[in-house]
Structures are given as C-alpha cells and as structure tokens.
C-alpha cells in the first residue's frame, strides 16, 4: 500500500467523519459519500442525477429509499443509462442495499451507521456477478456549520474473500445558508494492484424541507472532469 493511502487511511481513524450540512432531507446524494442518516418506517425517499462529461454520460442514478424499521432502511438502485461515444447506449447495474444506524455518540456529534450493496445481474446481463460491499459510514459535526462524512469499506469480491477493493472517502460540508450548503471531497476505491480516485465540489440547495436540488464537479482520475446534477424528493 502507497503512501498516500496509509495517510488516507490514518486521517480516516482520527476523523470518521459526517456532513455538514443543515440537512432537511437527509440524501444520500449528492457526493461519494453514503451518510449515516436511515430513513424512517413508511417514508419514501426517491433520488436521481446525472454525470456529464464530453464522452461519457451516466444519466438516471435512480434510487428508491424506504424506512423498514426506524434504525433500518433498504434501498433499490433502478441503474443508469450510459452513454458513450461511438458506442451502444447501456443500461447500469441494478442494485439492493441496506443501511442500520448504530446511534449517535461523542454527545450526538458523532454517527455512525453499517452498509451493505449488492448488485444484481439476473435484472441486467451485461452484469455478471453479485458484487458486494460493506462499509461503515460515519458523520461529524464540527460546529454549527461545519461538518465531515466518511465511509471506510471493503468488498466487490469474486473468487473470495481476498479478491476484493477497499473504498474510503472523506467529504467536508458546510452551510451557506438556511437552504443552501456546499461540500467538496476526495474518495479512492484500492486494492494491491489497482487505484481509482476522485475529487469532487458541489452545491446543495432545498427548495422546501422534502425537495433537494444538487449540482457539482467531479474530476476522476486525473483525467475527466463531470457535471453533476441531482434531486432528491420525500415522499
């Protein structure tokens, strides 16, 4: 392991970190990063973007969130559609997660919450594998404006346990105002011989406490740069 990733991983043990933002609606999106919060029992979260760049579209990311139980919700990735240049559009993966808060702690300003993703190819057959992750996902509130989130994970394995990648995020948010916030971070998915990372900024705005409108960059790899555009609705 390089460097870089140990000094990752070190600021994401002292850290273990949330977002910042003054959140109404609680999404998942826009960034890296899943949050901790679960959404409650007979609450329906739909979530839904798009990432541009001048070859690549990856346009749909639509998810359906509900509460199972308060502390437990599972989600449905409904997939993408992905549009390349020169090539034959492609429909992404659909997926099934569950997220369970384990609570708050450090006097409420720390949560931390377990994740898991698996995808599921008898949906799509250009999916071959019923990829799983793991993660653990954590929220700190810095102070009244200022927050961090972080997810440390390992998974996507499939010939074992010892095949698989490590994912870490850490994603700093801060408010601007009552509805607006920004956030801006860097994530990298790992394993002996491979490494895939990014960095991102964006902004988040609430039309009303259950309607969120994001926007935002994403520059991946060191050599494409993405518009981010995002909703997410309660329902």
């Known amino acids: 392991m390089n460097n870089r990733l140990i000094t990752l991983l070190v600021i994401a043990v002292f850290l273990f970190s949330g977002s910042a933002i003054a959140q109404n609606i609680s999404a998942d999106r826009p960034g890296a990063g899943y949050g901790t919060f679960t959404v409650p029992a007979k609450t329906v979260y739909l979530e839904s973007g798009a990432s541009i760049s001048g070859n690549f579209s990856d346009v749909g990311q639509l998810f359906l969130r509900t509460g199972i139980t308060d502390n437990l919700e599972t989600q449905f990735g409904v997939g993408s559609l992905l549009f390349f240049d020169g090539a034959d559009t492609r429909v992404g993966v659909q997926s099934l997660s569950f997220k369970y808060s384990l609570g708050s702690f450090q006097e409420d300003k720390l949560n931390l919450s377990l994740f898991s993703r698996t995808n599921l190819p008898f949906f799509n057959d250009d999916y071959e594998y019923y990829l799983t992750r793991f993660m653990i996902l954590a929220d700190y509130s810095l102070n009244e404006n200022w927050g961090l989130n972080s997810n440390f994970g390992y998974g996507d394995f499939v010939d074992g346990l010892g095949n698989g990648s490590f994912n870490f995020n850490i994603t700093p948010g801060f408010t601007v105002n009552e509805n607006t916030a920004g956030y801006f971070g860097y994530a990298v998915i790992f394993d002996e011989n491979f490494s895939s990372d990014l960095i991102e900024a964006g902004m988040v705005h609430f039309l ?25 609705k309660r329902f």
Do not use: V
């Open 208 to 232: 009303n406490p259950s309607l969120q409108l994001d926007a935002g960059f994403i520059y991946s790899d060191g050599d494409d740069l993405y518009l981010t555009l995002g909703i997410a």
